[in-house]
């Protein structure tokens, strides 16, 4: 029985690992741009097309093994139920960063809308870019939370019988899920975000995930929403 919940957790925390360590090494194969209509932005498609697929992937894994071990979204620290009792306003404010992705470039950019982004350059630049941001931006915060947060914290700190490192971590590999390392600005720039999403999701007495997902959907629909 031991040795079953062992694997348990081995199998349940294996995205946690895995997950980086592709993305970082660039073991993810992408969906061709052929696919994709505009040849100037067709990297840009391919590259969140293929996070907003590839992220739903592990979110059916892990929920795959979730089911296998008779493990339930309160046990990872995520009430479920809570975003259909806040509805009323959740709908309205998901609705806001959808409106606002689509008027971003005329105001924005006017008629001369760019070849890539004018801040972070693999920003979404065009109205229909934007958009879909906004859906890749709930996968994320739905995926990566339940994975690094949910999962990651709730298990590490099963296996190694201590809270905080676990939160460093997952720190870590939430940092390389976003690429390779390019520099400590950006490494320490990740790491600290997840730290204190980490912090967020271990500080209370009951773990609120579903805060920290909508948090996560907040900071990435606003690259969307406003950046340009």
Same mark, same amino acid.
């Given at each position: ?30 969906? $061709?741009?052929?696919?994709? &209509?505009?040849?100037? @932005? ?7 097309? %293929?996070?907003? /697929?590839? !992220? ?64 972070? $350059?693999?920003?979404?630049? &065009?109205?229909?870019? @934007? ?7 709930? %996968?994320?915060? /739905?995926? !990566? ?84």
């Amino acid at each position: 029985m031991k040795n079953r919940f062992k694997l348990n957790y081995l199998l349940i925390l294996a995205p946690v690992i895995i997950w980086p360590i592709l993305w970082s090494n660039g073991l993810v194969p992408f969906l $061709p741009q052929d696919w994709f &209509s505009d040849p100037t @932005r067709a990297w840009w498609w391919s590259f969140a097309t %293929t996070i907003f /697929i590839f !992220e739903w992937l592990i979110f059916l894994f892990i929920r795959s093994r979730m089911e296998a071990g008779s493990v339930s979204w309160k046990d990872i620290g995520l009430d479920v139920s809570w975003f259909s009792r806040n509805r009323k306003w959740l709908i309205p404010y998901v609705l806001f960063f959808l409106v606002a992705a689509v008027l971003a470039p005329g105001f924005l950019y006017g008629e001369d809308i760019p070849n890539q982004g004018q801040i972070i $350059p693999i920003t979404a630049v &065009s109205w229909s870019e @934007r958009l879909f941001f906004v859906f890749v931006s709930m %996968t994320a915060g /739905i995926c !990566e939370e339940i994975t690094f947060r949910g999962i990651g914290l709730t298990f590490f700190s099963k296996v190694l019988r201590n809270k905080w490192i676990p939160a460093v971590v997952t720190s870590l590999c939430f940092v390389f899920i976003h690429g390779p390392f390019r520099d400590w600005v950006w490494f320490s720039q990740y790491f600290v975000i997840g730290l204190l999403f980490a912090i967020g999701f271990l500080a209370p007495k009951r773990p609120r995930l579903e805060i920290l997902i909508l948090i996560h959907f907040t900071v990435d629909a606003s690259l969307a929403a406003f950046v340009p």
